[in-house]
């Protein structure tokens, strides 16, 4: 099984609402990553989980919550939004976080997230 | 952070054609990998290029690595309409593991 899922595939929430995303993977991948994108913009890092231990953490605001209850399933929570959040949120894995010389990521589809 | 810069921002050719795509950056690097985007979708791995390495392929697909430029080309030959997509490059740094997109190159084939 080389595939990352993700759900939901759209998410629409206020600005006063707490959801969740979440991304899976069964390939026996120990990092796994948070990226967020914009309309024609590359896709920009948020967090890094290793072995299950947050990272990296590229300055994201704390609206925004990642969690990894396990090695193959990582979470964002969101919580209290901006407009501006809106953004297509896509979750990744790789076969490790260590000096590797091949990291190939494998991405799931994606999250269309729309704040009102 | 270590970001490649794309050129061109977008290119338009027609079926059958070759594609050319070019990534800077600015440090040292690991590896270099090229991903594609179709629109609002996940990105797909294509290719990885180690720092030692100078021309690799994989199907239509070539790319060139030059460490002393910090460049490397993508080139897609014989363009099918199913290559339309963005194409990003991610140079990964000798200091870290992790990597992050270049700007990206909007690639447009016309049957």
């Known amino acids: 099984d080389t595939e990352v899922t993700q759900t939901p595939k759209h998410l629409v929430m206020g600005m006063t609402n707490k959801k969740s995303l979440k991304c899976e993977q069964h390939m026996g991948h120990r990092a796994m990553y948070w990226y967020k994108q914009k309309a024609k913009k590359p896709p920009e890092l948020m967090f890094v989980?290793?072995?299950?231990?947050?990272?990296i953490n590229e300055s994201v605001p704390s609206r925004f919550s990642p969690e990894c209850p396990n090695s193959s399933l990582l979470n964002l929570h969101l919580h209290a939004l901006q407009p501006e959040d809106s953004a297509l949120y896509l979750c990744a894995s790789s076969q490790g976080f260590v000096r590797l010389p091949y990291n190939e990521q494998f991405f799931g589809p994606g999250t269309r997230l729309t704040v009102l | 952070s270590q970001q490649g810069e794309e050129d061109p921002q977008a290119l338009s050719i027609q079926e059958g054609e070759n594609a050319t795509m070019n990534c800077s950056y600015k440090t040292s690097i690991n590896n270099l990998q090229w991903y594609r985007q179709n629109s609002g979708r996940g990105l797909v791995h294509l290719i990885l290029i180690r720092s030692n390495e100078r021309e690799k392929h994989s199907g239509r697909l070539r790319v060139t690595l030059d460490t002393s430029k910090k460049s490397s080309s993508l080139l897609i030959t014989a363009s099918r309409a199913a290559d339309t997509a963005s194409y990003f490059c991610a140079p990964t740094a000798v200091t870290g593991n992790q990597f992050y997109f270049g700007t990206g190159t909007s690639l447009t084939v016309i049957p």
């Open positions: 989980y290793s072995y299950e231990k947050l990272s």
